[in-house]
């Protein structure tokens, strides 16, 4: 559910999520994540509605302004560069000084007298400038004196229908009168090959070039290009630990051995070692770290 603040904006129906944002949605590296929600509020005001998003650990929200597609729709994207946690949300207000600037054109074209609106559109520029900083607090202070300057009528006018005043003014909003979809929401990215690749499984101890000897890491190395040669781009082995000596297993699946049987695979553990350790006939942990 959706925060409601006194800004009377409310946030529904997000996609991408599963499970209400429960779980995680996925990407690869250079996908973008395409935001959608249901974003409206009560009478006529302008809305600014905006995605913000950055990778987990980071401090500062990249903001991207959300598009109207009409029938309270609004959507935007962002593309995920790394591998990791992304989240994401969404803050939404009544805009009041594109609200104001909306109804003041009207008034214009209309030929009214608009001198006490302009007093109103300089205050609300005035108190977007005490929010801001740096060279944007300077531009919203400069536009509102140019509005209040009652010795120049079209620049008035001119100074009060900037589109430049309105984008700046819109990135700061009074922040008690945000709604923000509250918590975030998440993105799990991997890398490109975790979206699709196409694996062969290998027996090591089938990779010999000698008949009756046992395959090795090293054995494995050879193979390598013909395996990629057929399009794989995974290798995949079956348990490469020492095997368990207790009911081995012969030739062909037989219930039964005789010397010399080295089991099936699966059958994992035995004084030579159990999960962290190598087969030895494989070879040495070196030869496994070569052989990746």
């Given at each position: 559910?959706?925060?409601?603040?006194?800004?009377?904006?409310?946030?529904?129906?997000?996609?991408?999520?599963?499970?209400?944002?429960?779980?995680?949605?996925?990407?690869?590296?250079?996908?973008?994540?395409?935001?959608?929600?249901?974003?409206?509020?009560?009478?006529?005001?302008?809305?600014?509605?905006?995605?913000?998003?950055?990778?987990?650990?980071?401090?500062?929200?990249?903001?991207?302004?959300?598009?109207?597609?009409?029938?309270?729709?609004?959507?935007?994207?962002?593309?995920?560069?790394?591998?990791?946690?992304?989240?994401?949300?969404?803050?939404?207000?009544?805009?009041?000084?594109?609200?104001?600037?909306?109804?003041?054109?009207?008034?214009?074209?209309?030929?009214?007298?608009?001198?006490?609106?302009?007093?109103?559109?300089?205050?609300?520029?005035?108190?977007?400038?005490?929010r801001a900083s740096g060279k944007e607090a300077a531009l919203l202070k400069d536009y509102a004196q140019r509005i209040r300057d009652e010795s120049a009528k079209h620049?008035?006018?001119?100074?009060?229908?900037?589109?430049?005043?309105?984008?700046v003014a819109s990135r700061y909003p009074d922040e008690d009168l945000v709604t923000t979809q509250n918590p975030s929401l998440q993105v799990c990215v991997d890398r490109e090959r975790a979206g699709f690749s196409a694996w062969y499984e290998m027996f090591p101890r089938s990779c010999s070039p000698e008949a009756g000897r046992h395959?090795?890491?090293?054995?494995?190395?050879?193979?390598?290009?013909?395996?990629?040669?057929?399009?794989?781009?995974?290798?995949?082995?079956?348990?490469?630990?020492?095997?368990?000596?207790?009911?081995?297993?012969?030739?062909?699946?037989?219930?039964?051995?005789?010397?010399?049987?080295?089991?099936?695979?699966?059958?994992?553990?035995?004084?030579?070692?159990?999960?962290?350790?190598?087969?030895?006939?494989?070879?040495?942990?070196?030869?496994?770290?070569?052989?990746?």
């Amino acid at each position: 559910m959706s925060r409601i603040t006194p800004a009377r904006v409310i946030i529904e129906n997000i996609s991408p999520r599963i499970d209400c944002g429960r779980f995680p949605i996925k990407r690869v590296v250079g996908q973008q994540v395409v935001v959608e929600a249901d974003v409206f509020s009560e009478g006529h005001e302008e809305l600014t509605v905006m995605l913000l998003h950055r990778h987990k650990g980071e401090n500062t929200w990249i903001r991207t302004p959300m598009t109207s597609l009409g029938n309270d729709l609004w959507r935007a994207s962002f593309t995920v560069t790394q591998i990791g946690e992304y989240e994401y949300t969404i803050s939404a207000w009544v805009d009041d000084f594109r609200t104001w600037q909306s109804k003041l054109i009207k008034r214009l074209e209309a030929k009214q007298d608009v001198t006490i609106e302009l007093l109103v559109g300089a205050n609300l520029l005035e108190a977007a400038s005490a929010r801001a900083s740096g060279k944007e607090a300077a531009l919203l202070k400069d536009y509102a004196q140019r509005i209040r300057d009652e010795s120049a009528k079209h620049t008035r006018a001119k100074a009060a229908v900037s589109p430049d005043a309105g984008e700046v003014a819109s990135r700061y909003p009074d922040e008690d009168l945000v709604t923000t979809q509250n918590p975030s929401l998440q993105v799990c990215v991997d890398r490109e090959r975790a979206g699709f690749s196409a694996w062969y499984e290998m027996f090591p101890r089938s990779c010999s070039p000698e008949a009756g000897r046992h395959g090795t890491f090293r054995d494995c190395e050879t193979w390598l290009p013909y395996v990629a040669e057929m399009g794989f781009d995974v290798l995949y082995l079956p348990p490469i630990h020492p095997i368990g000596m207790t009911a081995r297993k012969g030739r062909n699946n037989a219930v039964t051995c005789v010397e010399g049987d080295p089991g099936t695979p699966w059958a994992i553990g035995s004084h030579e070692g159990g999960h962290k350790s190598i087969h030895p006939a494989l070879g040495s942990i070196d030869d496994f770290r070569a052989l990746l």
